[in-house]
């Protein structure tokens, strides 16, 4: 397990299949999944949309799903822009889903490894940025840097580098330490307890998808509204 | 004793104890930012929106501390620099 750098706790190990320069792991199969269930689930659906109140369940399921995300974002001020909407809840939505599907034997959830959660954290610190500058212009956005007083300059920046290392290694360690906690306890007292702790991984999952999101929308809100923010 | 085994030794027992003492304050500091959200939602229940937010990103704010400390944990055990250093030695 141990190699010369951060090594992956088991999931990225299981190699299916491998050419010369690309290696296919279970992380990589895993996210493909998930990708295909998003997709296919949200074309199927939304390919009769009716906008009576005469709705299919699935459609009234992913009003639902769409409504709490807007009212999410528009109560933490990024008011109704659909390009926010749209990174933060297919940031939700990934996560959400690839926790659910823990369900399913023989899926290990990819933001149980470090490259899946580094890739998330480093979509919200590219994403930052990029909505500050469209939203206030590349001078605006630089001179945030300097609030309250140019002494703080440095800090700011670690912040954000800090912030994006918390983002993470926090959603890494709540999804390794369900799946560490189920085997260990699988060992133990194999028969009950593994379910009742698989019951709380899926609960810490939803969670953790939610405050990754919410840290999402705070970060882009303080971004882009400045001061008042 | 052999430079391997001590640094063996000495970073199992760290990370053990830096997880271990790293994770009080945070708990405590959590448990407290929660006990006044709550009152807090008690006291104005049309409020609970906002709170809950303000309350999540204050949690994550405090746990980073911990996680800070479990990174150092992880790096000593599985990506010790030292112990790679003493191996490559000591298979030479």
């Known amino acids: ?229 | 004793m052999d430079g391997l085994i001590m640094i063996a030794i000495i970073s199992i027992v760290v990370a053990g104890l830096t997880m271990a003492i790293g994770s009080i304050g945070p708990a405590l500091g959590q448990a407290k930012a929660i006990a006044s959200a709550l009152t807090a939602i008690a006291q104005q229940p049309d409020e609970a929106g906002t709170i809950t937010r303000t309350l999540f990103v204050g949690l994550a704010m405090i746990e980073s501390m911990a996680i800070y400390c479990f990174v150092i944990a992880m790096i000593l055990i599985f990506a010790n620099p030292f112990w790679q250093y003493f191996v490559a030695r000591a298979g030479r």
């Not at chain 1, 959830?109 to 890739?119: E, K, N």
């Not at chain 1, 709540?174 to 699988?186: Q, T």
């Open chain 1, 1 to 229: 397990m141990m190699k010369g750098g951060i090594v992956a706790m088991g999931v990225e190990d299981i190699i299916l299949w491998q050419c010369n320069w690309f290696k296919l792991n279970m992380t990589i199969l895993n996210t493909w999944i998930v990708m295909a269930v998003l997709v296919v689930a949200s074309a199927a659906i939304t390919r009769s949309l009716s906008p009576s109140l005469q709705l299919t369940h699935w459609q009234n399921l992913l009003e639902v799903i769409v409504l709490f995300l807007q009212q999410q974002v528009e109560s933490v001020g990024l008011g109704q822009n659909f390009r926010y909407l749209s990174f933060l809840a297919t940031l939700f939505l990934f996560i959400a889903v690839s926790a659910l599907g823990n369900i399913v034997p023989g899926y290990e959830s990819p933001t149980a490894s470090l490259s899946t959660t580094v890739a998330l954290a480093a979509c919200v610190f590219v994403a930052v940025p990029v909505f500050g500058i469209w939203e206030r212009g590349l001078g605006g956005y630089l001179r945030r840097y300097l609030e309250p007083t140019p002494l703080m300059l440095p800090f700011n920046i670690i912040t954000e580098l800090s912030r994006t290392l918390a983002l993470a290694v926090r959603l890494f360690g709540n999804m390794i330490s369900d799946v560490m906690v189920v085997g260990i306890i699988l060992m133990v007292a194999p028969l009950f307890f593994p379910v009742l702790l698989q019951l709380l991984g899926l609960l810490t999952g939803f969670v953790q998808a939610y405050i990754f999101t919410v840290l999402a929308m705070v970060y882009i809100a303080a971004a882009v509204s400045g001061s008042e923010g």
